[in-house]
Structure formats: C-alpha cells, structure tokens
C-alpha cells in the first residue's frame, strides 16, 4: 500500500504535468513493504528515505519517501506494493510448530505519559526469533488493562528483537506486563516509567524563551547570529568556517530539439548569474543544398547553421551539433546529448531560445559561495571548558531544526544576566551553534524546491545533467563524511549522482562536511555534539554504519559509554517532554543501526571515531497522536509553523539540557 501525502511549505508549486525542462513533481508517500529485507533494496537503491519507519504487527515495513512518479514505479519494482485490499505477503501465517517452549526475554518495558494520556512500550526477544508470534498483556491502576500483538524487528538478515509497531494506548499506568508466545513462551515484568532521566534544571521566574517567529532563510539566520554578537560581544564571537559552499547558483541551460531521438543540452560555462542567462542558441536552417554545418557566435547569440543535403534539407545529427558546438573555440558553452539518447536522430530548425538557471529566488538572495558561522557562546572561550556544538540542517528541506538551535541560542544569551542556572551553563561550557551547515540547498528548498535534501553542488556527468534533472543534483551532507563511509564498503549512501543519499564522489568532497570537522579539529575541546535533524521523533546515538554482509557495525561503545549515551538521552528527553508533553519513543532512541538502519558517512560517527566527541542526532517532529482515529501520525519536513514553533521551543529544551550534562562533565 502506498499512502500519498502533501509536502508543505512549496514555493512555488511544481507544475502537475512535467514538460521537458520541468523536473517531475514529488511528493511525500508512505510505502509499504513486506520485510526489512526488502527495505534494504530501497536503502541501496539510493532512495530518498526519511527517518520515518514503523515496523508492522504482519511482519511488513511502513518508510516515508520522498519520490517523482518515475521513482515510485522503481520502488514497486523492488517490492513496494500498491493494491487494493491485503497484499498477498501481509496474510496471516500459522506459527511454526516448535518442539519446545521457546525462551522469552523481556528487554525493557516502560511506560509514559505525554499530553495525549498513558502509553505503553515493550521489547522482548525470543528464543524462536523472528518466527515466535508475541502477545502483550498488562494489568494497570485502577483495575486497567489491555492486550497488543509485538512485531519481529530484522534489520540486514539480523533478528534485533520483538517490539511494538508503535507504543500502545493505556487507560492508566501499566504496571505488570506478561509476554507469552504462541509456542509457549512466557514472561513477567514492572513497568517502569519512562525517561525516568533527571528533572530539567530548575530556572528563575523571569526566565525567557520563544524567540523564533517564522521559518528563517539562510541570510536570515546569519543576521540573527550577527544581530547576537552584535547585543552580546563579551559573550560571543562569530566563527567564519573556512569552506565556502559553491553558492546558490547554477549554470544556464537550454534544451534544444524533442527527446528522446534529436534533442541537445547546451550548458554555459558561466553560472547564469554571471552571465549565462544572457545566452541564446538558435538551429537554423541556411535552405541551400550542401551547406556545411556551422557554428558561430554574435555577441550573446549562438547560432548552428545546420548541415543541409542535395534537397537543402537538413542533415545534421544531434551527434554532430553536438561535436560541432563543443569544437568551436570561443564559445562560452559546451553541449551534450540527451541522456542515454545516441544522438542518431536530425536535428531541425529551432527558434532561439534563452539559456536559464532556473533559480526562483529574489535578485537579493545572494548566488556567491556562501560563508557558513558559527557562534561561540560562553564567558570563557579559550579552550578551557568542556565544548559542545549544535549543528543543523545538513538536510536543506527541514525548515524546523536551525529554530532549535537559534531559539538555544538566543536563551541562553537573553536569560545568563536574569537566570542563575543560564550563568552556570555558560560559565562551564562552550557552546558552538551552526544555524544552517548548509545553506545552498536550503535556499534552493525555500525557493525552488522544497524536498530538496542535498547541497547544490552537481557532481553528475553531463548527460546526467538535463534542466528536468535538476531536482535530484546534489550531495547528501550527511553521508559525506570519513568514519563507516560508502569508500569504506558501509551500507546506507549511494555511488549514483541522482540519489537521494549520494554520498559524493569522495569523502569530504564537500565543503559543508569539511566545515563540520573543522570545528572538531580546530578546538579539541568540543567533547559533545547535538545534530539537529527531522522528522520522525528520535535520539540517536554510534554506531550510525554497518556493513550488509554479516552486519558488521563499527565498534560499539563500551558498556560504560553506552550506559552514558543512554543515561544523558534519558535526561535530554526528560527536558524535551517538560515542554509540552512530547515523549521520544523508548524504541527509536538508541544507536542508529539499532532503531533506524545504516547509514554511512554521517556526521555523529566521524565526531565520535576519530575525535572522541558524544555525537548524537535529534529526529525532531515526533509524531503526533490521533484520538479521533487512534493511531500516530507524522508531521512532515515543513509542518504549519505552529507546529514547527512547538517542535523549535522543546527540542532547544533538549539543546540545553545537553549543554548542561557537558557543564557537570570531567573528562575520565
């Protein structure tokens, strides 16, 4: 079954029906699979996958994707189902016969409270693996009680455990839970609450939040960090990281022809800020039999005088013009074929037609390489307190999470003279926040295109580079980066330049990856690191990489810093919840390769393998809960900004509440 969904926040609307330079629409679908297995293929394919993904109790896989038509039929290819009624794969199939009772391990169960009332979570393992079937029972306050089917979780061939798809409704607190198996299992257990981490740090009656009022652009970020220095100098200073990105810009471009069959691509060599857009190529046709073929160049025009034979008609391949464009020196072009097409078919007469960029956004949105900053923030900052760094929008389209770190920042700053708490903090610790890691593909979201993920950077062939293509050029920030990376054989990052999760043609090929681990290389005393993502609702933490055959991770924490990884989150989402009862699943927090899938080259793992930094990733946007329907549901990239606003003001809760376990850290 495959679930369309409205992406927010598009400015402007992609045009219902694709012409030849228009990119195909998107849209934000929920896809069903039936096992993890087959998710993989999605994850190799180079799907565009959310953080979303939600087991189900017939053993299939719910993921949102963001996809084009085309790509969609791909994913049915590999095993996404669209059909009415229950997929063949979703039937009910009899437990297998055991000859013996399998084993059962309760792994925790917990409950919550959230503003929407009592919610249950248990994770068992059995002896039987996958082909156990689990039931949970619990008994309640007040005589309460209810019953709910577990689903196998297998990621990479790998059993991980029975869960629920999605923590269950309770009456009241659950207080005792029994596991039994359909092959005779059976286990017992407290219920403990959850996240049970310790109580938010207490601040005065004047203390000030909610500074953020509209989604920001990149430029609008960059004021705000400036304005703060600015109000704040002898508590900040703004960072210039040293990699500009290739900018908010494109080279111009025109399709000439009809594909597939006689159709050229002609780029120019100038970004069509500087200069590109004022090109022009015409194909003419000189109506004399046995012209040659030429190309000349009049100011800003191109013409090809097409190659005509004894009838005076044209003759000339698109090959030819092709190879004729590209041999005459001067021109401030160069052309290519239509993607696979071989360039057999003749060309006819084309009127002039004027090289784009299509860029949509206002004369002063900047195109120049962009100059990314960070701002410092602490009384002391010169190396001599426990660092933290909070960093966002690696992904351009998620508009929510540079409010998380902007709104911490402008709290921490706006509270340290009226808040006893906010001087500790900033007297212990400094604190390194970057709004937007990538603003080229964030302007490109606001005003192009607002599924964009990837940074502006394209890094596919020339034949690969048509104008309706131009929605799926870029880099994956995220996937960029040197530890548990694609170069390294881990799985989660694609090789193909159209992917959604192109990892780039080498490590910290790009500039947006390169600034990130300047900054943990330049001050070695950043010792934990928070980056901001969304949507989906998680709290992650390495190993975020495996490799497929034999799912073999990077190295895992020890069991003390597991237990610290766990112990911090648990706290981090106590103050997240405090802010207006949103409570991080107990089964999406934890490493990446246990509650998501791989994902190689992020940015946490680097952080973490070569520089020792806690790196953990926020999932922002949890889903919320249905009373009407009962059931969960997600919020997207670009919610309406009430929603983003809510999101921004407890997820900066969650920001700070890092900033202080770092306050109270001592190095072992």
């Known amino acids: ?92 199939k009899a437990a297998p016969e055991q000859a013996q009772k399998d084993q059962i391990v309760v792994e925790r169960a917990v409950w919550y409270e959230s503003r929407d009332g009592y919610f249950l979570s248990v994770e068992a393992s059995s002896s039987a693996a996958q082909a156990a079937t689990l039931t949970v029972s619990w008994k309640g306050k007040r005589g309460t009680s209810g019953q709910a089917e577990m689903v196998a979780y297998v990621d990479a061939g790998a059993y991980l455990g029975h869960q629920f798809s999605t923590p269950v409704p309770a009456d009241d607190q659950p207080q005792w839970i029994t596991v039994t198996s359909a092959g005779g299992g059976k286990a017992e257990a407290r219920v403990k609450e959850w996240p049970d981490g310790e109580r938010p740090d207490r601040t005065g009656s004047g203390y000030q939040k909610d500074f953020v009022t509209q989604y920001m652009t990149p430029a609008q970020l960059n004021e705000r960090v400036k304005a703060l220095h600015r109000q704040f100098p002898r508590l900040t200073e703004v960072v210039e990281l040293p990699y500009k990105t290739n900018g908010y810009r494109r080279h111009a471009q025109a399709l000439i022809g009809t594909p597939p069959g006689a159709a050229v691509v002609v780029t120019s060599t100038a970004y069509g800020s500087e200069g590109g857009n004022d090109l022009g190529v015409e194909l003419v046709a000189p109506g004399t039999p046995g012209s040659p073929l030429r190309v000349t160049l009049n100011g800003k025009q191109i013409t090809v005088s097409l190659a005509t034979g004894e009838s005076g008609a044209p003759v000339s391949t698109a090959a030819q013009v092709v190879a004729a464009i590209n041999g005459t020196p001067g021109l401030p072009v160069k052309a290519a074929l239509y993607r696979t097409d071989p360039g057999a078919g003749v060309m006819a007469p084309a009127p002039l037609t004027q090289l784009d960029d299509f860029l949509n956004a206002p004369a002063d949105v900047s195109r120049a390489p962009a100059q990314v900053l960070a701002l410092r923030i602490g009384v002391h900052r010169d190396g001599s307190r426990t660092g933290v760094l909070a960093y966002s929008q690696e992904h351009a389209r998620e508009w929510v999470t540079p409010l998380v770190t902007i709104e911490t920042a402008e709290r921490l700053l706006r509270n340290y003279a009226r808040d006893k708490e906010t001087r500790r903090l900033l007297e212990r610790t400094d604190i390194f926040i970057v709004p937007t890691v990538n603003p080229d593909g964030a302007n490109y979201s606001f005003y192009d295109f607002n599924a964009q993920r ?23 920030v995220n996937r960029n980066y040197a530890a548990g990376s694609l170069t390294d054989g881990y799985f989660g990052a694609s090789a193909n330049c159209q992917s959604g999760s192109y990892a780039g043609p080498a490590e910290h090929s790009e500039p947006e990856s390169r600034n990130v681990i300047w900054l943990a290389q330049q001050y070695r005393n950043i010792r934990f690191a928070m980056n901001v993502h969304s949507f989906g609702g998680y709290f992650m933490w390495p190993p975020g990489a495996y490799k497929l055959d034999g799912r073999v991770s990077l190295p895992r924490p020890t069991a003390k810093e597991e237990a610290y990884f766990l112990r911090s989150a648990r706290t981090i989402e106590q103050a997240i919840a405090a802010e207006r009862g949103t409570v991080i699943w107990p089964q999406q927090t934890g490493p990446v390769t246990d509650v998501l899938y791989s994902a190689a080259g992020n940015s946490a793992d680097e952080l973490w393998y070569d520089y020792g930094i806690y790196g953990w990733d926020f999932e922002v946007g949890a889903d919320l809960w249905n009373p009407q329907t009962r059931t969960w549901e997600g919020v997207g990239f670009q919610p309406p900004f009430s929603e983003g606003h809510a999101e921004a003001m407890e997820f900066a809760s969650g920001v700070i509440s890092l900033i202080g376990i770092a306050a109270d850290y001592r190095e072992p």
């Open 1 to 92: 079954m495959i679930v369309a969904t409205g992406l927010t926040g598009a400015l402007p609307a992609v045009p219902a029906v694709a012409g030849p330079t228009d990119p195909e629409p998107v849209s934000l679908v929920t896809l069903s699979v039936p096992d993890r297995a087959t998710m993989e293929r999605l994850v190799a394919s180079g799907a565009d996958l959310t953080e979303r993904v939600r087991p189900q109790a017939d053993g299939s896989v719910q993921i949102d994707a963001v996809v084009t038509p085309t790509q969609l039929a791909e994913l049915r290819a590999l095993g996404a189902a669209e059909a009415p009624g229950t997929p063949a794969w979703a039937t009910a």
């Open 454 to 476: 990837k940074n502006m950077t394209n890094h596919c062939p020339a034949q690969q580079s048509d104008p309706a293509l131009r929605n799926q050029w870029g880099v994956d």
